[in-house]
């Protein structure tokens, strides 16, 4: 069991705010106690970590169902029950892959495994290989809003594109995260007709998390969910990440070309423009992959409104019920740890005072994954009405009295004013955002 488990609540509002500054209704007593027992169990070995799909994720599903229901809330997941089966493909590499750099010259340089490139995972194939020219296409992003466009006179059609992980610096913080997601820029990068994406670091982005720390986990699976075809969904297919490159391997792939890496990389890390250009290698992957097929529930509960109008609009209280099970020992530990606080809903249940608007607390699976389970739901609701709001709480520290709360995207979203008057009636500040470009919003 790790030292530091993680604390994913199910929503929390107010609610878990120092007792000696909250002002709970008369019906509801906040416990301590129950709070730390839903954690024994959730994080308890037996679990395993509750990757989504494995048996221990089964059982805090079924943990977590059974609670609701002593609460009283109503099932709100598939055909009444508690649950909404998310239908999964699970992929991971099945050995180091191969990734050879090619001159002009035609001269072979292999990239070393763990050191200079970590391995990509892409849905849905088993093997991938790819041999194609490749492009420096800057920070990979089209942003017509922001005039910004990296593959404007760049012609990628056919060539694998390498581009910087994050986002222009120019950008605001959200809009930064967003198109710095990897996922946005594969994307980009299918649009303009690449055959595959190599993202690489730069210093800075190594000083705050060391390359190598991936290697740690790179057999560890992936996810992605099924469509009703049962096709692995991917937003874009044509263009697989194909891998991450250290500073270190990136030289190999700008050798030759007329700007090293180690300039641009500067350039990036400095706030400046980044040029793009057609670079003088190739490049020959060879990605080999497991793939199975899985199923992993959400669960749901609700409490419905009181308002003859209002009912029929749901708010949803979020948060993620898995972790990310058993991984390479770590001090001797191979289990990641992990715990989901039930209290909200009882306490909803208990306050005396029936809510305006109908309540669903949600509990996702492969949130670790990719927030699948948030997306799945999200894509296929198991509710009737209209879902006007979703609150999700990951990770409180509930070890010690605090002054302030953060609700992040609060001044992103209508939510805001109450957010603000929520915080006020508990005696805490709402502080604004404080790394607005992690993206957590």
Known sequence: MKASPLLAALMASAMLVSPATAQPSAGFQPSAENIRAHVAFLASDLLEGREAGSRGYDIAAGYVASQFAQLGLKPAGKDGT????????????????????RGKDGAAVPL????????????????HKVSAPLAFAGWGVTAPERKHDDYKGLNVKGKIVVVLTGGPPGFQTEERAYYGNARTKREAAAKAGAVGVIFVSTPKDEARRPFIEG???WQAWSMTWRGPDGAAFDPAPGAPGLGSVSVKGAAKLFAGAPKSFADRAAAADAGKPVARFALPTSLDVTLNAEVKTIQSANVAGLIEGSDPKLKDEVIVLSAHLDHIGVTAPLNGDEINNGALDLEVARAFKESGEKPKRTLLF?????????????????RNPTVPGVLVANVNLDMPILTYDFLDVVAFGAERSTLAPAVQRAAQRVGVTLSPDPMPAEGLF
């Open 362 to 378: 949600l509990a996702v699976t492969a949130e670790e994954k990719g927030l699948l389970g948030a997306e799945y739901f999200a």
């Open 82 to 101: 508690w649950f909404q089966s998310v239908p999964l493909v699970a992929f991971r590499p099945k050995d180091e892959g191969s990734y050879v750099v």
């Open 112 to 127: 070393v495994f763990g050191e200079e490139v970590l391995i990509g995972r892409n849905a849905g194939a088993k093997d």
């Open 215 to 217: 290697k740690r986990t």
